[in-house]
DNA sequence: CGTATGTTTGATGAGTATCAATCTAGGTGG
DNA sequence: CCACCTAGATTGATACTCATCAAACATACG
């Protein structure tokens, strides 16, 4: 079913999902129709490895729908999230011929890919998509920083809210504000794939997940439908300033 | 006497000692006129602060000699250092115009900026800078990702083995490598910034340092003062692959 | 010589990892 | 259709790393 959903997009730049948010934001027509030469489509399904780190890497591309993570890995196991990809983001360095990072599909996916050497030719020529990549570049560049805060300095519950607090930022949808106050989503990410990007352990995770709704900063339905009935009170516990109590 | 040091080298970016490593690497001679135009020296003391979060900063600009970093800070007083800024790196987002960090010099600093308006609009018309920056951000993410994996996973132990190791890549004179096999430079932060870098207290640091000069991975003259007779060895105790014990 | 800043070392406790058992839901095959 | 199986999640008991609180030490500077 995901399948069909995931074919249900049009292959023409001009009503892609991600058009003016991914690389190509920028590109002109005429921009678009030299991209649409070199572009193809990929689809993975959850749990599929998109790359490993250190492989040979022949594109670049976007995410269209679905999330990814770029994790690493120590030679005795431990691992590290060091990304995670939403639509519209970035995978791949021009430049660069392999892969630094291990890039896997955590729920169904489809990228728009770009032959990599193409694609760098492009970027010389063409500053609209130079442009655009540095502008996202620096944006993940301070969401890492950010990151880095969290994993350095807060505790596990902190950790858990300040998970909480970004996936309900961008994936709760206006409306479902708008109506109740309370901010609605599911989970993208296994309690395995929250500890790898919190730098804690799974049963950490779900500890704290637990103890957050027994104080009823959130409530679950199953394992992954999560409602926070006071965004304020979430940005409280993950140390963030909450300010005003608004949803801004 | 670092004072007198500073002002040695010449306002003349030919003779500049990042000229081939900053921002300004691939311009032309044109280009570099252009940018003499705009650019301003600034020096800083150790300790003192370039720029508060969320202050107003209507320059960009390098770093020429010393160093400075990168901090974020929460309300309760918790620091996390997320960069290190050594000669040659960048400060400052174009298209930004207040700052994100707390940057603050933790060594006599040279700075070579530039006016921000000016060079935002250098940018649009001399992709040689883009270019260049864009490649230097990329860079600094792979770096954020990197210390990702150290803040998230590794032990006390493996935190200052990892920093120790980095510092000593770039620090290290060929020199002093090829002639006794040992690395020998002197730590350019205190055990404070060492922990807000790492994650840890500052008696954490102290101790693990204590045990590594025990253990012999590490020797010491008086409290900066490093020598690391095994650089295969030490990379091991950071976690990293030692592969052979050459010093690659 | 005295003060300030940075560092080391010690004693104790909190927070999280580890090891282990149990629970749940979804999918499979009899 | 039900029993089983598996992956993911929860919960519990215990151990260990690192933070915290506290005191002493070192070095540079006035």
Redesign the pocket.
């Known amino acids: 079913m995901l399948n069909e959903r995931s074919l249900s997009f049009s292959h023409d730049c001009e009503d892609c999902p991600i058009r003016h948010r991914a690389v190509c934001a920028r590109c002109d027509q005429a921009e678009l129709e030299r991209l649409e030469e070199i572009k193809y489509y990929r689809k993975f399904e959850a749990?599929q490895t998109v790359v490993w780190s250190g492989d040979r890497m022949d594109f670049v591309g976007s995410v269209v729908s679905g999330i990814a993570t770029l994790t690493q890995t120590m030679e005795d196991g431990r691992t590290q999230m060091v990304g995670l990809l939403l639509p519209s983001d970035f995978v791949g360095r021009p430049g660069r011929d392999s892969a630094a990072y291990d890039v896997t599909a955590t729920t169904d996916l489809v990228m728009c890919c770009f032959r990599k050497t193409p694609f760098e030719n492009m970027m010389d020529q063409t500053p609209h998509i130079a442009q655009r990549l540095l502008e996202m570049t620096l944006d993940e560049l301070d969401a890492a920083r950010e990151w880095m805060l969290v994993l350095g300095r807060?505790?596990?519950?902190?950790?858990i809210a300040s998970l909480l607090s970004i996936i309900a930022r961008r994936d709760a949808s206006v409306a479902t504000r708008a109506a109740t106050h309370s901010i609605v989503f599911d989970?993208p990410?296994?309690?395995?794939?929250m500890?790898d990007y919190l730098?804690?352990?799974?049963?950490?995770?779900?500890?704290?997940?637990?103890a957050l709704r027994k104080d009823g900063v959130i409530a679950?339905e199953?394992?992954?439908h999560v409602t926070v009935p006071d965004m304020g009170r979430l940005l409280e516990e993950a140390g963030d300033d909450a300010d005003g109590g608004v949803f801004a």
């Open positions: 749990g807060k505790t596990a519950r902190e950790k989970l990410l296994t309690r395995e794939a500890a730098g804690l352990t799974l049963e950490t995770v779900s500890r704290q997940i637990s679950l199953g394992k992954r």
